[in-house]
């Protein structure tokens, strides 16, 4: 198993342009989710969804948009880039309730936007 | 808002020492508590976690405790190992479905 993948591992935005960081996971997993790294900071929730076709905010949303239409994956889509935006994006996957809460974590994707 | 807090941005301990990372939270109906393990350049691991019904857990060499009174919970890592060098984070989940992270502790293991 692969576990989670997450494409690209970098990436040079320039502001006002888009872009889609892809994450797919081959565990079967009904959770998944978008997280960003800031320097020095903690994880901060971005969107989450709890299984196909159905997605949610989090702490963190704005700027962002998400959809998942399959199990497997779960694209994080950013319109118009701004530096602010600047930072290392994690997905992740889980089994979800009633099974475990353990999240599995993808390596990262850092993306920078000047 | 940071409803989870790791005070600590740092710790450093001898080989075959203890290691005690602790975290606070703010919000007492959270339920549910995982510790991640990171290194550079790699996505966060998962460690141990704990639900709110109990005040401890144990997996080999790493043990969760949880004060819900005192909001606060602690890793403890016996003995220490070199491998152990890396950022743990804490998190803290009210339905499951968010969660919450701390900013990190980077423990340092010296041989």
């Known amino acids: 198993n692969a576990g989670v993948t997450q494409t690209p591992k970098f990436r040079i935005l320039k502001i006002g342009q888009s872009m889609t960081l892809q994450c797919t996971q081959d565990?079967?997993?009904?959770?998944m989710y978008w997280y960003r790294q800031d320097p020095g900071m903690g994880l901060k929730l971005i969107y989450y969804?709890?299984?196909?076709?159905?997605?949610d905010k989090g702490e963190v949303p704005n700027g962002y948009n998400v959809s998942r239409s399959t199990t497997e994956d779960f694209p994080l889509r950013l319109e118009l880039a701004a530096p602010s935006q600047t930072s290392v994006y994690f997905c992740?996957?889980?089994?979800?309730?009633?099974?475990?809460?353990?999240?599995?974590f993808g390596p990262g994707t850092r993306l920078t936007v000047t | 808002d940071q409803q989870v807090k790791q005070n600590s941005p740092s710790l450093s301990v001898q080989e075959g020492r203890i290691s005690i990372l602790n975290c606070d939270y703010t919000?007492?109906?959270?339920?549910?508590f995982l510790w991640y393990k990171k290194y550079p350049a790699e996505g966060p691991t998962f460690l141990i976690s704990?639900?709110?019904?109990?005040d401890k857990n144990e997996d080999g060499r790493f043990t969760v405790f949880l004060n819900k009174s005192a909001k606060h919970l602690s890793l403890h890592i016996v003995p220490s190992q070199p491998g152990d060098s890396a950022v743990y984070f804490c998190?803290?989940?009210?339905?499951?479905?968010?969660?919450?992270f701390g900013t990190g502790t980077s423990l340092t293991v010296i041989p």
């Open positions: 919000n007492s109906m959270f339920d549910y």
């Open positions: 969804s709890v299984g196909a076709g159905i997605t």
């Open positions: 998190a803290a989940s009210l339905t499951g479905n968010q969660f919450y």
């Open positions: 992740a996957s889980s089994p979800g309730t009633g099974f475990s809460y353990e999240q599995y």
């Open positions: 704990i639900s709110s019904i109990k």
């Open positions: 565990m079967n997993h009904n959770y």
